[in-house]
């Protein structure tokens, strides 16, 4: 082999097989739906979001270019609704944490081989296959002053009747029926999670004198983290993005219960008008919201979240 100055000779490409074309092809078509899904719905909309951010328009006329002038404006003092309905999204994300919490116990449990436990499972995955416009309708009539289902039980004991979806009771009304929405599939979370804990871990801890409280604490409590971190990571941004139970139940009024979708909503040919643009500049400053809480609980999930090494 002649290896002088540049003269060196390199070694021959090896020859890619026919059986490894054939399965480099194949892994491209299978990816390929997803990928193409990816652009379509996703990195494309997202694209014209940006540059519709930049823009003033309102569907029926050419965008006409402004600059930052919409983002300067959601920053502004004119700008009166789109944060506080921010801040109202992060007080009903109090919901993912109480969900969070009862699915844990429930799942503790009926996680065991316990009669009637699949009963108990099925009863409460079934709210989450339901329609959210549908149990938003459902449970405003269950929540109506007049003729639902819990006044007519407060006036059978004498009570007088509420009205639960006003400013004073709309806030943990709705967080309650959060709760209750978002448990069938954090229970089915849990419990697949606290069945591959090895039972040699409880046994030894049994040995040691500890109870079912300790038991929970200090192995089930640290060994279902990774699982509670995937929750409240979605949760929260489930959360954040919270619409169509919110529009049917209270349309954003009382304002404790405007949030920011709905506002985008409202300017997007909604109660608002037809601003596109700065609708536009909204969602784009909701997904920077989002994104920093998500980087944020991906950074403290180092002090709590336990995975097995």
């Not at 892994?27 to 003033?56: D, E, K, N, R």
């Not at 009539?141 to 039980?153: H, L, P, S, T």
């Not at 009570?159 to 006003?166: F, H, I, M, Q, T």
């Not at 959060?178 to 039972?199: C, D, E, H, R, S």
């Amino acid at each position: 082999m002649n290896t002088f100055g540049n003269n060196a000779v390199k070694p021959p490409k090896k020859k890619m097989s026919r059986q490894r074309r054939s399965d480099m092809i194949w892994g491209y078509i299978c990816v390929a739906p997803l990928t193409i899904g990816l652009l379509l719905f996703l990195a494309a909309p997202l694209c014209f979001a940006l540059y519709l951010s930049l823009t003033q328009y309102d569907l029926f006329n050419e965008p006409v270019f402004v600059g930052f002038d919409n983002f300067i404006r959601a920053f502004s003092a004119n700008e009166t609704q789109f944060w506080p309905s921010v801040g109202n999204a992060f007080v009903m994300s109090i919901g993912v944490l109480l969900s969070m919490a009862c699915s844990l116990v429930l799942a503790n449990l009926i996680s065991g081989k316990r009669k009637g436990s699949n009963v108990f499972r099925m009863i409460y995955f079934l709210p989450t296959i339901c329609s959210s416009v549908a149990v938003g309708i459902m449970w405003k009539r269950i929540y109506d002053y007049q003729y639902g289902f819990i006044n007519n039980i407060v006036a059978l004991f004498g009570g007088d009747k509420v009205n639960w979806l006003d400013a004073a009771h709309a806030v943990p009304s709705i967080i309650f029926l959060n709760v209750l929405f978002g448990m069938g599939t954090n229970i089915l979370l849990y419990i697949a999670t606290i069945k591959n804990v090895p039972a040699s871990y409880y046994e030894a801890a049994e040995l040691d004198g500890a109870g079912s409280l300790q038991k929970f604490f200090y192995i089930t409590l640290p060994s279902v983290s990774p699982v509670s971190f995937y929750i409240l990571t979605t949760g929260l941004i489930g959360s954040l993005q919270g619409f169509a139970i919110y529009q049917v139940m209270t349309n954003g009024s009382p304002s404790n219960t405007m949030m920011p979708m709905l506002i985008i909503y409202n300017y997007m040919g909604g109660n608002y008008g037809a601003f596109y643009g700065y609708a536009s500049s909204l969602a784009i400053l909701l997904g920077v919201i989002i994104a920093i809480v998500t980087a944020l609980n991906f950074g403290i999930s180092k002090k709590w979240v336990y995975y097995e090494s």
